[in-house]
C-alpha cells in the first residue's frame, strides 16, 4: 500500500498541520497522497457521498479527526470499496486506532500491508411518502427516531418483517449496528455486542414503560418504523438522523424503513487486540 486518500475534519486540523505532516511522511518513503477536508459546509456542492472511484485514487485512507470523522468517512465511502483507518485528533475516542504519536509508525506498517480489514456491517433506510423524496441513506453506527417540537413523548409502531410487534412511548428510538452498539445505543440502555457481528440492534429512547428493553434481530429482518397519533391533534413530529446527520422531517402517519445496506465499511486494524480486550480496556 503506497497511495493514500486523507480525510481531514477542518475542526480538529484548522491549519492543516497534521494533514501536511502525514502528508509529507507518506511522500517522503515514495507514496503518493492527496487529501480532502471535510466541510458540512460543502455538503450541498462536493461531499464525500458524491466521491466517484476516479476521484480517489488510493489503496488506503487515512482519517484526521475523530470517531464522527471516521464514522461518516467510512460510511459515505463504502461504495468505493477503499479500507480506512482513523486518527485520532480530538477527545477519547473509540474506533479510532491511531493518534499523531503512533500514525507515523502506522504508516510504515501500511507501507508494508502488515493490516487486516474488518468488514463493519451497514444498514440503509428509506422513508417513503415523505414531503420532500429520499432515496435510501446509509449509517455506520445507526438511525435514530427523534421527537422535536413540544417535550411529549411520542408513539412509534414498531414492525419487524411485515408483523406488528409492539408500540413504544418514548422520545425516540434507535436502529444500531454492531459498530454503533458502544455509541447512543448504549447511552440509552442497549447491549454492547461484537462490532464484526451482524445483527440490528432496536432500543428505545427514554420509554414510558419501565419494562421495556431493546430487541435484537438478524441481519435480514426488515424494520419499520411508524410515527403514530398519541393526541387528538396529531401534530407530533420526529426527526430521522443517520449517523448524526441526514435529518428527515417525520409527521404522524409517516414511516421509516431499514434494513442491511448491501455494501459494508471497510475498516483496517493494526492492533491484534480481540474485541474483549478492547472492552475491558475502555471499561477500566
Not at 450541498?44 to 476521484?55: A, C, E, P, T
Not at 461484537?194 to 432496536?202: F, G, H, N, Q, W
Amino acid at each position: 500500500m503506497k497511495r493514500f486518500f486523507i480525510i481531514t475534519n477542518e475542526h480538529r486540523d484548522r491549519d492543516l498541520s497534521a494533514t501536511r505532516s502525514v502528508q509529507d511522511y507518506i511522500e517522503a518513503k515514495g507514496g503518493q497522497s492527496s487529501f480532502y477536508v471535510s466541510n458540512k459546509s460543502e455538503w450541498g456542492k462536493r461531499h464525500l457521498r458524491h466521491l466517484q472511484n476516479k476521484d480517489v485514487e488510493a489503496d488506503g485512507i487515512i482519517v484526521l479527526g475523530g470517531d464522527g470523522t471516521l464514522v461518516r468517512a467510512a460510511r459515505d465511502m463504502a461504495k468505493i470499496g477503499i479500507p480506512l483507518i482513523g486518527v485520532n485528533l480530538g477527545t477519547l475516542g473509540y474506533l479510532c486506532e491511531l493518534d499523531m504519536a503512533t500514525v507515523f509508525r502506522a504508516i510504515d506498517r501500511l507501507f508494508e500491508n502488515q493490516y487486516e480489514v474488518e468488514h463493519r456491517m451497514m444498514i440503509e433506510g428509506v422513508c417513503p411518502g415523505t414531503d420532500t423524496v429520499h432515496g435510501p441513506s446509509m449509517a455506520l453506527n445507526d438511525i435514530v427516531i427523534h421527537r422535536v417540537g413540544c417535550a411529549q413523548i411520542i408513539n412509534l409502531i414498531l414492525m419487524v418483517n411485515g408483523e406488528y410487534l409492539t408500540t413504544y412511548s418514548a422520545d425516540g428510538m434507535i436502529i444500531s449496528t454492531p459498530t454503533g452498539s458502544t455509541g447512543y445505543s448504549m447511552s440509552a440502555g442497549g447491549p454492547i455486542v461484537d462490532p464484526r457481528s451482524e445483527l440490528l440492534l432496536i432500543t428505545p429512547i427514554n420509554p414510558q414503560s419501565f419494562s421495556t428493553r431493546s430487541i435484537v434481530v438478524g441481519s435480514d429482518a426488515r424494520v419499520e418504523i411508524i410515527l403514530s397519533k398519541r393526541r387528538l391533534e396529531q401534530d407530533e413530529e420526529a426527526e430521522v438522523a443517520f449517523d448524526g446527520d441526514h435529518f428527515i422531517q417525520l409527521k404522524v402517519g409517516d414511516r421509516i424503513e431499514v434494513k442491511k445496506a448491501d455494501v459494508s465499511a471497510q475498516v483496517m486494524r493494526l492492533d491484534q487486540l480481540s474485541f474483549l480486550q478492547i472492552l475491558r480496556k475502555k471499561m477500566s
